[in-house]
């Protein structure tokens, strides 16, 4: 089916902190999964995917982790800092011969100096 | 960052008035989509074309139309804006494939007076 849940839908950190956001999905078929960043009133920026050859994806701070068999993928930022602050959204391109994205319902995370 | 391109950025409409909003891309890519993206929600994905095969969500409502006359440009008519419209409406594409990134455009943000 296509279903992605995401948590938390608020996560409030001290500056300089790791923050961790967690979906898990049901469409077991799935093999691609982007993490997007919204600040407030602009577009959903790619900042990492993960295929599903790969368990694990790093980027200078920012990681994503994939467990297919579990079924669950997760974004790890590390060193947070008050530009990390905005809504993030995971997601998974449905496998249903569609070639859409199904999103989870965002994360609002805040990073407080 | 110009690759997708919407205009125009902001729109004020009344109710009940026709309206259309434009995208476009320089990237070749086959695959546009159109999502709807009110406050605090994740964007809710309205139709996409895979070339000119459209696809339309189930809950997309009659109100909303689209056109795609080429690989580069794609439209989104309204044709009978209600209060309940009032959104951010982001246009997205991508290459085919399985495993490959969508890009999403600055968006539109209606406005219905």
């Known amino acids: 089916g296509e279903n992605v849940e995401q948590h938390p839908s608020t996560l409030s950190v001290q500056e300089g902190d790791s923050a961790v956001i967690k979906c898990t999905y049901s469409?077991?078929?799935?093999?691609?999964f982007p993490w997007y960043k919204q600040e407030l009133g602009k577009r959903p920026q790619l900042i990492i995917d993960?295929?599903?050859?790969?368990g694990e994806k790093k980027d200078q701070r920012i990681a994503v982790t994939l467990n297919k068999t579990a079924k669950h993928f997760s974004l790890h930022i590390t060193e947070t800092q008050p530009e990390d602050s905005a809504v993030y959204f995971c997601?998974?391109?449905?496998?249903?011969?569609?070639?859409?994205?199904?999103f989870g319902a965002g994360t609002r995370l805040a990073v407080h100096p | 960052d110009a690759m997708v391109i919407q205009n125009p950025r902001y729109q004020v409409t009344q109710f009940g008035k026709p309206v259309t909003l434009s995208c476009s891309q320089t990237?070749?890519?086959?695959?546009m989509y159109w999502y709807q993206q009110k406050s605090s929600q994740a964007p809710k994905l309205l139709f996409h074309?895979?070339?000119?095969?459209?696809?339309n969500e189930a809950d997309t409502p009659d109100n909303f139309q689209s056109r795609r006359p080429n690989t580069s440009f794609c439209f989104l008519d309204i044709r009978s804006p209600g209060l309940g419209d009032a959104a951010m409406y982001l246009c997205?594409?991508?290459?085919?494939?399985?495993?490959?990134?969508?890009?999403f455009g600055p968006g539109t943000r209606l406005l219905v007076l």
């Open positions: 990237l070749n890519h086959n695959v």
């Open positions: 993960i295929r599903s050859n790969v």
């Open positions: 074309y895979y070339d000119k095969d459209f696809n």
């Open positions: 469409d077991s078929a799935s093999n691609y």
């Open positions: 997601a998974l391109l449905f496998s249903g011969g569609y070639n859409k994205l199904i």
């Open positions: 997205a594409t991508r290459p085919p494939g399985t495993q490959e990134t969508q890009y």
